[in-house]
């Protein structure tokens, strides 16, 4: 079953770089690393996704392992607006699988 | 932008009713998902849909639900039988056809089983 692990809650100051880690040793070489974020009442919102390669997009950038047991989710400078759950996921052949998140807090 | 739409927001249904909640997912996407969450847990997969017949289900997709595709753009969800414990937000979710590409989110239906 493949599974990720994550800090349930982590906080960080306004207009500061966050590094949200994290753990996916489960993984296989074909799983791509999904990052979604959901803000409260409304539905994950996709963020970034990788294989291998770090990724950079106009929201986040994705740092992955080399040994892709691990992947970190890297937001350069937060905002009030990135408050919400953040969620690493496998996407694995029919399904997105979603760990706990972690919930970041902004703070102004 | 493109997005999925879900219909209704909220819904209210008595113990035992069947429901059915639908999605409109992107016009050329060709995966389909549905999942839930309890309020303050976390988001569950119940079914993926694909070329007209279910690819993957969870434990939760038991004999009360299923899942249509009546029409070529709709994508609906019927619980037969509701039960308390069905109370949930349901997300349906679209994606492309190709093996690297996001899923995108509807806004969910509050389902509350009274």
């Known amino acids: 079953d493949a599974k990720t692990t994550q800090p349930n809650s982590m906080e960080s100051n306004e207009e500061e770089p966050v590094h949200l880690p994290c753990n996916h040793s489960?993984?296989?070489?074909?799983?791509?690393i999904h990052w979604y974020r959901q803000l409260p009442s409304q539905g994950p919102e996709y963020v970034i996704h990788?294989?291998?390669s770090n990724v950079n997009n106009r929201m986040a950038s994705l740092a992955i392992a080399e040994d892709r047991k691990s992947s970190t989710l890297i937001l350069h400078r937060a905002t009030l607006r990135d408050a919400a759950v953040y969620y690493c996921?496998?996407?694995?052949?029919?399904?997105?699988?979603f760990g706990t998140g972690t919930s970041l807090t902004v703070i102004p | 932008e493109p997005e999925v739409t879900q219909t209704p927001s909220h819904q209210v249904t008595q113990m035992g009713q069947e429901v059915i909640l639908r999605c409109v997912p992107i016009?050329?996407?060709?995966?389909f998902y549905w999942y839930r969450q309890i309020l303050g847990q976390k988001v569950e997969f119940l079914v993926s849909?694909?070329?007209?017949?279910?690819?993957?289900k969870s434990e939760i997709f038991d004999d009360q639900f299923s899942v249509e595709r009546p029409d070529g753009s709709n994508f609906t969800l019927k619980i037969r039988s509701t039960k308390l414990e069905d109370s949930a937000m349901y997300f349906c979710?679209?994606?492309?056809?190709?093996?690297?590409?996001?899923?995108?989110f509807g806004q969910g239906t509050r389902l509350t089983v009274v």
């Open positions: 849909f694909y070329n007209n017949e279910i690819s993957e």
């Open positions: 979710a679209s994606r492309g056809r190709r093996m690297n590409t996001e899923a995108f």
């Open positions: 990788g294989l291998t």
């Open positions: 016009s050329n996407h060709l995966y």
């Open positions: 996921i496998f996407h694995t052949g029919n399904q997105f699988y």
């Open positions: 489960t993984i296989s070489g074909t799983d791509y």
